[in-house]
Each structure stands twice: as C-alpha cells, then as structure tokens.
C-alpha cells in the first residue's frame, strides 16, 4: 500500500524558510513524479511544484517560481520542498502526492499525503 | 494558465437523488495523444482529496459506478445518479495537459 507522510511544517516569520519533507513507501519511489499542492485555509486547491522521477526535471507555479526548491532523495524515498522569502499568503496546508508517470504532467496525482501546515504570520 | 471554472459551487441532494456538476476549461484539454487530461478529485470532510474519474471519464480503482464522468474538449460533468451519505465533501476538476497544473474552485455537495 503507497503512503505518503508529510512533516516539516511549522509557524514562520514573514521572510523566513521551512522545509518540508514527505517520506514514501509502498512502491518504487524513483520510478514516479511527485507533486505538492497546498490549501489555504477554507480555500481550493492549488499545485505548487513538481518533480519527475529521477529528479532531473522539476516544475513550478510562477506564485513560487525563485522562492520554492523541489529536489527528491530517491535512494531514502523523501521528496523535499524547500521555501524561502515565505509569505503570508503561503499559509496553507502542504500535501505531497505521488504522480501516476515519470513525469508531473498528462497524468493523476494519488495518493495524497495528510498534509502539514505551514503558518505564515509575525 | 488554464482557468477551470465548476457550476455550482454548492450543491444540497437528497439521498438517492442524482447531482451534477458542472467544469470548463479555458482551453481544449484534448492531446494530440487521444487522450482528453480532465480528472476529478473529492476531498471528504478532515481528509486529503482523492481521485474519482480520471481521463473524463474513468473510474479510479474502488470507487463506485454511481460515479461517472463525460465531456469533451472543453466541457465535462461529474454525476452521481445515487448520492450516499458518504459522498460528501468537495468535488474539484483538475486539468493535467498542461503545467501548471490547475483546479477548479471546487463544488460543496452536502446531504439534505
């Protein structure tokens, strides 16, 4: 069975950095994409970055684009994001989801992870 | 981007009664492959979103054949010809042709 567990959240001044870190197991890690999408309090849905499965290829929405960093472990199965310059507006829970192809795009994302919260606020 | 727009927002459906609803796209998410990259996704109450339909019309495995998808190019609906009690939360179409990635609003389907 995939799970997916997301940690690394946290409270964090405006201007600050997290990172977030999401553990997989239950299947060859390395042969998938894997994506994070976040949810603002009460809000939709909203993908964020992704990154394909050797990690050579990694994408963003431009709301992160030169603030956030995707980068993955495959041989310790982790898929990290890496935020900085973070925002009020970055607020949300943060899930991770295992992507259904090599590659981020032209395909499902499922399983999703739990999630982890990052607050933004001073 | 490609904008997805989802009609109703809220939804509130007797048990056994059929729901619908409703997702456009600002662009055909038709690929030259064949394949039209239109998925829906339902978020249950206190838990993370999981796939319903996937490519317009597919069931994902395990879910129910109450559940099903239709549409083309640029216009797609999501109906359950029977809602449970367990099909409540919010429904959400996702394009997938093209990055990024892109979400509906989202639709609130509630039990009357």
């Known amino acids: 069975e995939v799970h997916l567990l997301e940690s690394g959240g946290g409270l964090v001044q405006p201007g600050g950095s997290l990172r977030l870190s999401c553990a997989a197991s239950g299947f060859t890690f390395s042969s998938y994409a894997m994506s994070w999408v976040r949810q603002a309090p009460g809000k939709g849905l909203e993908w964020v970055s992704g990154?394909?499965?050797?990690?050579?290829?990694?994408y963003y929405a431009d709301s992160v684009k030169g603030r956030f960093t995707i980068s993955r472990d495959n041989p310790k199965n982790t898929v990290y994001l890496q935020m900085n310059s973070l925002r009020a507006e970055d607020t949300a829970v943060y899930y991770c989801?295992?992507?259904?192809?090599?590659?981020?795009?032209?395909?499902?994302?499922?399983?999703w992870g739990q999630g982890t919260l990052v607050s933004v606020s001073s | 981007d490609i904008v997805m727009t989802q009609t109703p927002l809220s939804l509130s459906v007797t048990p056994g009664q059929p729901a619908s609803i409703s997702c456009k796209s600002s662009?055909?998410?038709?690929?030259?492959?064949?394949?039209?990259?239109l998925y829906w996704y339902l978020q249950k109450p206190g838990q993370s979103p999981q796939l319903v339909i996937y490519e317009v019309s597919s069931r994902f495995s395990g879910v129910p054949d109450r559940f099903s998808g239709s549409g083309s190019e640029t216009d797609f609906t999501l109906k359950v010809s029977r809602v449970e009690a367990e099909d409540v939360g919010v429904y959400y179409c996702?394009?997938?042709?093209?990055?990024?990635?892109?979400f509906g609003q989202g639709t609130r389907l509630e039990i009357k």
């Open positions: 990154i394909s499965g050797s990690g050579g290829s990694t």
């Open positions: 989801a295992k992507g259904a192809g090599v590659v981020p795009v032209r395909d499902w994302v499922d399983p």
């Open positions: 662009q055909s998410l038709l690929h030259s492959d064949g394949k039209t990259y």
């Open positions: 996702m394009q997938g042709i093209h990055l990024p990635i892109t």
